[in-house]
């Protein structure tokens, strides 16, 4: 008979200090971002963060309806996070569930911090997540992506939003827990930050930390978002140098 391993048994750290993908402890996993991907969308974005597939399609600012719903001083940002049935190992139960609701609240909440709502009254702003694969920090992929997707959709914000995770294993403080590490580590944090203010814009915790662990993975968390902000920029820049570089050659042509 085969035994489901518990959190005591399962070592997630090796002797040489690795982790079981063999990354050190401040170490984040592959990322790659893509924006414009979505020709119906305002606005979109594609992220892969380790084994996680997220869409972003962005609409608005629009007239919110139903109009009950619009706000006269500001926009309302929508945000829609839903996991695809087949973005886990067993099939999703499709529809929105009491963890979507809860990630969809708090990624609209970190989006508002950053998006000058108060530009456009009455309108809703609303964004689409799409986890087509997951393998832990879903919400932080999704909110990454989520705020290029607002910015590829030309929506004024003060920064981008750039969410993180780090978490506990094997006792120790690490970056970017993995699935492995999600299930059988002691804790996870995920945050968000705005990197121009150092504004902490989502911050929710699975599990158990001391203070000085929590303050210890909060500070690997930024550090690591300031990285991740220059992959956005990147990936924001990439995109409208490849569309002058069509509209150069449609000129010369
Ligand atoms: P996050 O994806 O933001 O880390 P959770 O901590 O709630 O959010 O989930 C961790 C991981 O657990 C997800 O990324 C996914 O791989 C897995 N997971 C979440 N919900 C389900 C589900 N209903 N069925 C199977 N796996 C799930």
């Known amino acids: ?143 990454t992506a989520a705020s290029v997707a607002l910015v590829d959709a030309g929506i004024p914000m003060k920064d981008l939003v750039v969410g993180c995770a780090s978490g506990k294993i094997d006792g120790k403080v690490v970056l970017d827990l993995n699935k492995e590490e999600d299930n059988f580590g002691q804790a996870d944090l995920p945050m968000a930050i705005i990197p121009r203010t150092q504004e ?5 915790m699975d599990g158990n930390m001391t203070r000085d662990e929590l303050e210890e993975a909060v500070e690997l968390s930024k550090k690591a978002a300031m990285y991740i902000s220059d992959l956005q920029k990147e990936a924001l820049l990439a995109k409208y140098k490849a569309s002058e570089s069509e509209k150069e050659g449609e000129r010369s042509e």
């Not at 009254?121 to 932080?140: C, F, K, M, N």
Request: contains cysteine; neutral net charge; hydrophobic residues 40%.
């Open 200 to 204: 902490i814009v989502l911050l929710q």
């Open 1 to 143: 008979m085969i035994e489901l391993g518990t959190q005591s048994d399962i070592k997630l750290i090796n002797e040489d200090g690795l982790r079981i993908d063999g990354r050190k402890f401040n170490e984040l996993r592959p990322i790659r971002i893509e924006v414009g991907v979505l020709n119906r969308a305002d606005g979109s974005a594609y992220i892969e963060w380790g084994g996680n597939k997220v869409l972003v399609a962005v609409y608005g600012p629009r007239e919110a309806f139903p109009k009950h719903t619009q706000n006269p001083s500001r926009a309302i940002i929508n945000a829609r996070y839903n996991m695809a049935a087949f973005s886990v190992d067993e099939r999703k139960r499709p529809g929105p569930d009491r963890r979507a609701v809860e990630i969809s609240k708090v990624i609209g909440e970190a989006l508002e911090c950053a998006v000058f709502t108060e530009q456009f009254p009455r309108t809703s702003i609303d964004v689409y997540i799409e986890v087509l694969q997951a393998d832990a920090g879903t919400r932080i992929a999704g909110l």
